[in-house]
């Protein structure tokens, strides 16, 4: 079974390898989100986990691939047409409930755990605490121009991946704790 499992791996990185990967005109060379084996790729990134962004917390790369970290830039940047900004936040949107003006906790959550950016891990939290409604916990989605405006007034998902990114701060970078927000 783990002959069969390292094989499967194997092939599985292949693929990505072979298919995978897209060059972008302003990006370079990009992990595609989707591809359909004929040349064409959808490039974005769903603020789930497993996610593009969440490869380095999985484990497939390294956070300081080179790959990656294009990808990571398009991610976060209007060149993902599931990147909103509004007037209280900004974030990653899912187009998989038809809502693209919420962004995703998770996925800021995702982005301060990815990062060595002690500024991009602190700005990641202060979103968070803006937005949470005056309920303290972490929502679904929340609208990018109404933290008032949210799904799922209770996600265990998120909440534990909250928690577990203070754990990570407060081990990696104590002195962010001691700010602010």
């Not at 992990?31 to 603020?47: H, K, L, N, Q, T």
């Not at 937005?131 to 109404?146: G, I, L, P």
Request: some cysteine; hydrophobic content about 40%.
């Amino acid at each position: 079974m783990v002959k069969r499992c390292h094989i499967l791996a194997d092939q599985i990185a292949h693929g990505i390898t072979e298919w995978g990967v897209v060059e972008h005109k302003e990006f370079g060379k990009i992990y595609a989100y989707e591809v359909d084996g004929f040349g064409s790729s959808c490039i974005m990134d769903d603020p789930n986990i497993p996610s593009l962004l969440s490869l380095p917390y999985l484990g497939y790369c390294d956070l300081n691939d080179e790959m990656y970290q294009n990808t990571r830039k398009l991610i976060l940047s209007n060149w993902n047409s599931f990147f909103a900004k509004g007037q209280v936040a900004c974030g990653i949107t899912s187009p998989h409930v038809g809502i693209c003006d919420h962004f995703w906790p998770m996925a800021t959550i995702m982005q301060a755990l990815t990062t060595e950016d002690e500024k991009e891990i602190a700005n990641c939290l202060a979103t968070l605490k803006r937005t949470h409604a005056k309920t303290f916990f972490m929502h679904e989605s929340v609208d990018v121009n109404n933290d008032h405006h949210y799904t799922r007034p209770w996600f265990a998902w998120v909440n534990s991946l909250f928690g577990e990114l203070i754990l990570n701060i407060h081990d990696s970078f104590p002195e962010i704790l001691g700010q602010k927000f």
